[in-house]
């Protein structure tokens, strides 16, 4: 059974402060990472995707992917009270169609 | 830019109901896909489409059907419903599969009883 492990929280930071969210995959042949946010009773909305080693960045977001440990992560900075919401990781194999998601981690910001 | 429109938001069904769960696009996307996610869940593919005439089953295919006629239009049908596909069901579609964003539905929020 090919799985995305995420911790479910909440994860709870202070406004301002950068929030960290962590995935775990098992299917080795995953070749693109998503982290996608969904506010409470709405559709999930792409944040970004990943498919190399290393760090991408985009405005406050950092995703890191580390292949050899099948780990990817997605870094917030200046974390703000909009940005509360559950943040759904997703890896996909070769060709892509079945996209797997993990069980999204809750994130509070406090003002 | 209506993206992907889902009929109905909300729907009761007894158990043993049938029904039909309509997605549209306008974006003219190749790939559609439908997940349920049930509370505090992942979303679980259902059954996926990469073009008109061609589908395939996802995860969690027991229990559903879909079509694909049109790029547009991939419904979903639930036969003899029962109280374990109470969830919300989400439809997506995209323009490639890898690396590129979907776009989802608003959701259809289903109860059966």
């Known amino acids: 059974q090919k799985e995305v492990e995420q911790n479910s929280g909440p994860l709870s930071v202070p406004e301002g402060a950068i929030a960290s969210l962590n995935c775990t995959y098992s299917d080795r042949g995953s070749q693109s990472f998503f982290w996608y946010r969904q506010y409470s009773g709405k559709s999930p909305e792409l944040i970004m995707f990943i498919y190399s080693n290393g760090d991408k960045e985009d405005g406050r977001f950092t995703a890191q992917l580390n292949k050899a440990s099948q780990y990817v992560s997605l870094l917030i900075r200046d974390s703000q009270p909009s940005d509360s919401a559950t943040y759904l990781c997703?890896?996909?194999?070769?060709?892509?169609?079945?996209?797997?998601f993990g069980a999204g981690t809750r994130l509070f910001v406090k003002a | 830019n209506a993206g992907v429109t889902q009929t109905p938001k909300f729907r009761i069904l007894k158990i043993g109901q049938s029904m039909t769960l309509q997605c549209a696009q306008d974006m003219n996307h190749n790939y559609m896909y439908w997940y349920r996610q049930d509370p505090g869940m992942g979303l679980k593919l259902i059954y996926y489409s990469v073009g008109a005439g061609i589908t395939d089953k996802g995860e969690v295919p027991n229990g559903y059907n879909v079509s694909r006629s049109t790029t547009e239009d991939f419904p979903l049908r639930l036969e003899l419903a029962a109280p374990s596909q109470t969830s919300v069901y989400f439809c997506a579609s995209s323009y490639l599969t890898e690396g590129t964003e979907a776009f989802f539905g608003q959701g259809t929020r289903l109860t059966v009883v």
């Open positions: 997703a890896s996909s194999g070769t060709g892509g169609f079945k996209t797997i």
